[in-house]
């Protein structure tokens, strides 16, 4: 009972405060931001590969080399996906101490070591999230995790350890959600007081999320959207989200009604035709994304408050190479103008800048010119 008032308390002092209030003392994270120009996201190394965290993978999927050349490309920060799952495992264990974490350890202080800024992103399965949707006990277990990593990480470089709070919480209700996450920031705050918080809007951190969202009653946080649009163009192929992307191959970016007609056969169905064609209508080019991310810095500007892109990428499988190229050069111009922070997704999975022969890790060439960095 005591637990169930106390959120209930908080989420009600949370929407209470005015916005000058929250935003107040938010010069700290726009300085710390400065870290958090350009990066890349570290993905299918520790999250997005439940049951598959061996201490031998988890050594040779990104090793010290990949860090290295992150950073030889040009690269000032790495988001790191972390599961939740072994992070429960390791909070559970009688000597607070498992393989996982001590390979989190070792990963976060090569990174360090190659002056490379480090998100600390808490990326779960979706179970994992639902569990916040309802009651309390699902917030509660995720409130002693994120003390327990705060403690542990409290003693890192504030300067360059970031928190990322959760990834795409997948919250149906925006309104608890502000409750859960202004909750949980204060846990953190309590555990590392001197560190950095990255927060984000309900559903899947997009856009439209974020400028649904008031910022939390706490000085010294970044905000963080996802933006994959146009999704006809950055998902065609991908056969874990939308079936309508499923069908697709060789998408055109930038779009036009013309553009897209040899497309609309591969969809099976007429409303699936009907949304593909509205990829071509919509005419995404150069100029809408950067007309839609200036609504992100008016956000911004609107709450005293560093906004920060910490998702964007095409996949590669079935792209027109220097399409992809040219949509990943149109959205890293669009953020950079718009004073916003970025970090690709992702590293050296289906969405990446390297790919991978022999172990050796072999940059995109026109990717990297494309993201405004060099090869090393």
């Not at 929407?15 to 700290?28: C, T």
């Not at 409750?179 to 590392?192: C, D, N």
Request: negative net charge; glycine residues 6%; contains cysteine.
């Amino acid at each position: 009972m005591k637990k169930t008032v106390f959120l209930l308390a908080w989420m009600l002092f949370s929407a209470g405060l005015p916005s000058w209030a929250q935003s107040e003392g938010n010069d700290l994270a726009f300085q710390r931001a400065e870290h958090l120009r350009r990066g890349i996201n570290a993905s299918m190394w520790f999250a997005q590969s439940p049951g598959n965290y061996s201490v031998e993978r988890l050594r040779i999927f990104t090793t010290t080399e990949d860090i290295a050349l992150m950073r030889q490309l040009g690269f000032d920060h790495v988001r790191l996906s972390i599961d939740a799952q072994p992070l429960m495992e390791w909070l559970h264990s009688p000597d607070h101490a498992t393989p996982f974490m001590h390979e989190l350890d070792n990963t976060v202080q090569a990174m360090l070591e190659q002056n490379l800024a480090v998100i600390l992103d808490v990326h779960p399965e979706s179970d994992f999230k639902a569990q916040l949707r309802q009651g309390n006990e699902g917030v509660e277990n995720f409130a002693r995790l994120w003390r327990a990593l705060a403690k542990h990480f409290a003693d890192t470089n504030p300067d360059l350890v970031f928190f990322e709070i959760l990834n795409e919480p997948e919250q149906e209700d925006p309104y608890r959600w502000q409750g859960i996450e202004s909750y949980i920031a204060e846990q953190i705050r309590q555990a590392a007081p001197e560190h950095t918080m990255i927060a984000t809007g309900a559903h899947w951190s997009g856009l439209e999320d974020l400028l649904m969202l008031e910022p939390i009653a706490l000085p010294n946080v970044i905000y963080t959207f996802h933006d994959y649009e146009p999704f006809p163009f950055t998902h065609q192929g991908a056969t874990w989200t939308a079936s309508q992307v499923r069908p697709l191959r060789n998408v055109p970016y930038p779009s036009t009604p013309q553009a897209i007609e040899h497309n609309l056969p591969q969809e099976p169905t007429l409303a699936a035709q009907y949304w593909l064609e509205q990829y071509g209508l919509d005419q995404w080019n150069a100029e809408r994304i950067d007309k839609t991310l200036s609504f992100a810095e008016r956000w911004s500007q609107m709450y005293h408050a560093p906004v920060y892109c910490g998702e964007f990428g095409v996949l590669r499988d079935h792209a027109d190479p220097a399409m992809r190229a040219q949509w990943l050069h149109d959205m890293r111009v669009g953020l950079e103008k718009h004073h916003i922070g970025w970090a690709m997704w992702d590293y050296q999975a289906n969405f990446g800048i390297v790919t991978k022969k022999d172990g050796k890790a072999v940059p995109d060439p026109e990717i990297v010119k494309a993201l405004g960095l060099k090869m090393p």
